[in-house]
């Protein structure tokens, strides 16, 4: 089956400490997408890359980091320069062959600081 | 700036019909997404409008208006299913999404 996962599902980390979430695909998708999902707010754009080895920065994007060394996989890693990073994160894919192309979402991580 | 503007909640009753708006103020356009959104899940996607007027999916339609930056979603025959967050996405000019913070739909039997 093709699809967008991510793991894990839920994640505790202590304050200080650095998190890396992952995001793989097996839909053949060339740009991966990372957003951050608060209560009550649109979702966010963290970062985005469009082909490998190339990725380019959200409205969000203090406090994480990201690579794309593979078509298939899209880590983010949540730093401890990152205020306040309890919230649920996502992971999307779209084949990126036109513009407007339909983005598909992971499962979802959701991320609780202690 | 950019905008997307939804109500937070709604409540219709099962076997009904529901329209959840959707007004949008962006730089340029590029489309209109709708998704759903069952709690704790990930967002599916429902509809893609680039031209104004009525597109149709089984109990699912959404119609757009470009010139009044106007959206809605239209769920006929609701069921308990439909209980869910209902998103609003534009792509700007950049070809980026900007999202509306969802339409909480709640189903009553």
């Known amino acids: 089956d093709g699809g967008i996962t991510q793991s894990p599902k839920y994640l505790f980390r202590k304050e200080g400490q650095n998190v890396t979430l992952s995001c793989e695909q097996n839909l053949n998708h060339d740009a991966m997408y990372w957003y951050r999902q608060d209560p009550g707010q649109g979702l966010r754009l963290i970062y985005y890359s469009q082909i490998v080895n190339d990725f380019q920065k959200g409205d969000i994007a203090e406090g994480y980091s990201v690579s794309r060394e593979k078509k298939e996989s899209f880590p983010l890693t949540v730093t401890s320069a990152q205020k306040n990073p309890t919230a649920f994160y996502l992971c999307a894919s779209s084949s990126n062959r036109g513009h407007t192309d339909t983005q598909y979402f992971g499962p979802g991580t959701r991320l609780t600081v202690l | 700036g950019q905008n997307i503007d939804q109500p937070t909640e709604m409540t219709a009753t099962e076997g009904a019909i529901v329209q959840i708006n959707c007004t949008y103020q962006?730089?340029?356009?590029?489309?209109l997404f709708w998704y759903q959104q069952h709690a704790g899940e990930a967002p599916t996607f429902l509809s893609y409008n680039v031209l104004d007027g009525l597109e149709e999916k089984g109990r699912f339609s959404s119609f757009l208006s470009r010139s009044k930056g106007y959206s809605y979603l239209l769920l006929k025959e609701l069921q308990m299913k439909d209980s869910a967050s209902y998103l609003c996405a534009v792509m700007d000019s950049n070809y980026q999404l900007i999202w509306g913070a969802g339409t909480k739909l709640i189903i009553k039997p």
């Open positions: 962006t730089s340029g356009f590029n489309g």
